[in-house]
């Protein structure tokens, strides 16, 4: 039905994407990112770094492809859990490449929508991720990094992170992360650190939303593979449905037609093979298929 597609917008997404690239296991070094593959009970999680760090893991051109490509291939297995996006050295992401701005300083405005529309579409695949997405955020984050971070489900960071929306510096705005970013801190404070570029802390971004965890730098790891192995130990179904039903409803207005589709969901998941193997394991006081398969 139209509502139906209007709820779960990312159902044909998921399905359609093409495994553009094999991810090796249990990890692929190259010159933008560092791909980690971790076994779970019943599945998997990976891991992606962004590996630039003499560039304080600014991104360019080949980082965005590499990006959208490498989640694009996560998108289609079936045994995935969970994905954490972080980044090796002192900066998870500083924004822009110099050296890639400095080419953009002479595009016409074909090459800069073109150029932008290649951002928004990675924003879009990393958002789109069926699974849920952890940013672990262990320096600075500026510019387009804080775009990434909020694209993210969960997002956990160092003390010493620093965040800034600093486009407004160099005369730009933060378009292409706009959307991520206003849904993540809300209009209100969109409207201060929009114009004001000013440099924030993790506390700071953890009250505007943008973060939900703060630690020490040390405890980084330890804090989301937590959060990791909360996630593994739910129905992997249902973690991806209750992801869709997040995005598919949260702009909708309550009346009657959601109620409606809401309850067709929850018939849905009741009546499916997980729905059933959970309920029985918590009635029969057992740990569930999902955990204890190798």
Known sequence: STQAKTLFPYTTLFRSLPHVIRIAHPSTMNSTLDIQRQDLAGGHVATVRLNRPERRNA??????????????????????RAVVLGAHGKAFCAGADLNWMRAMADYSWDENRADGARLADLLWTLAACPVPLIGQVQGDCYGGGVGLAATCDIVVAAHEAVFSLSEVKLGLIPATISPYV???????????????????DAATAQRLGLVHEVCPADELPGKVDALVQAIAANGPQAVRASKRLIHGIADLPIEPALSERTAEIIADVRASDEGR???????????????SKA
Request: no cysteine; hydrophobic share 45%; charged share 30%.
């Open 59 to 80: 991104f360019d051109a080949d980082v965005i492809t590499e990006l959208t490509a490498t989640f694009q291939a996560l998108a289609t297995e079936p045994g995935l």
């Open 277 to 291: 193997e959970g309920m029985r394991a918590f009635l029969d006081k057992r740990a569930p298929a999902w955990q």
């Open 182 to 200: 206003i849904r993540a801190i809300g209009e209100r404070n969109a409207r201060r650190y929009f114009t004001t570029a000013e440099r924030f």
